[in-house]
């Protein structure tokens, strides 16, 4: 049970290229989102979705897209890359609304865009 | 909105020892979750310890247990028995029951643990 995964693991821009960052869980889980963390800001809600077809913004929204076609997969893009977007980028996902459940993460993806 | 605070950049604890780290959060809500997690230098998260808000009593895991006070706003967690493995950034979370489950993190503590 591979749990959530991000693709890829490491990666370095520059300024102005696109990317796009996968995440896929094989929990059959509904919710999923996409954090950053920065030093001395702790993790930050960029995007999520609580379903197949649907997305939300979170806190930090700006200069990010996502999509959800299908329910184990949410990928984060970069359209033109910016340094302030180096960060590391955590995926999530959550079965649902329950007070039991809670979020299981993926390992990062740390992004330098230079 | 609901904003969470860790006021301890760093702490540092002896081998076998009891640690506490602080937490404080600010919520018009009164029914919520709030979270310990785990950022080893391998960078994944992993859940310590969770507490429902409309539970009274303090969740425990192990050597891990924390104080709630919710009337407060705060939420530490309490460390017995410290081991090396322990050194790590903790981040305290809080989840509204808003249908969302997207959690909102303070900004850490790195604990060392010195042998």
């Known amino acids: 049970n591979a749990g959530v995964t991000q693709t890829p693991k490491f990666r370095v821009l520059k300024t102005g290229q696109s990317m796009t960052l996968l995440c896929a869980q094989d929990m059959n889980h509904e919710y999923m989102y996409w954090y950053r963390q920065d030093p001395g800001m702790g993790l930050r809600l960029i995007h999520y979705?609580?379903?197949?077809?649907?997305?939300a913004k979170g806190e930090v929204p700006d200069g990010y897209n996502v999509s959800r076609l299908k329910k184990q997969n949410f990928l984060l893009g970069l359209e033109s890359a910016a340094p302030s977007q180096t960060s590391v980028y955590f995926c999530?996902?959550?079965?649902?609304?329950?007070?039991?459940?809670?979020?299981?993460f993926g390992a990062g993806t740390r992004l330098s865009v230079l | 909105a609901q904003t969470v605070t860790q006021s301890q950049p760093e702490m540092s604890v002896q081998e076998a020892e009891t640690v506490t780290l602080s937490c404080t959060y600010d919520?018009?809500?009164?029914?919520?979750?709030l979270f310990w997690y785990k950022q080893p230098p391998s960078r994944q998260m992993i859940l310590v310890i969770r507490q429902e808000a409309y539970k009274q009593q303090n969740a425990t895991e192990n050597r891990f247990s924390v104080n709630f006070q919710k009337a407060a706003k705060s939420f530490s967690l309490k460390i017995s028995d410290s081991q090396l493995g322990d050194a790590a950034m903790y981040f305290c979370a809080y989840r509204s029951t808003d249908n969302t489950d997207k959690l909102i993190f303070g900004t850490g503590t790195r604990l060392q643990v010195f042998p």
């Open positions: 919520t018009s809500e009164s029914d919520y979750y």
């Open positions: 979705s609580v379903g197949e077809g649907t997305t």
């Open positions: 999530a996902s959550i079965e649902g609304v329950g007070a039991k459940n809670i979020q299981y």
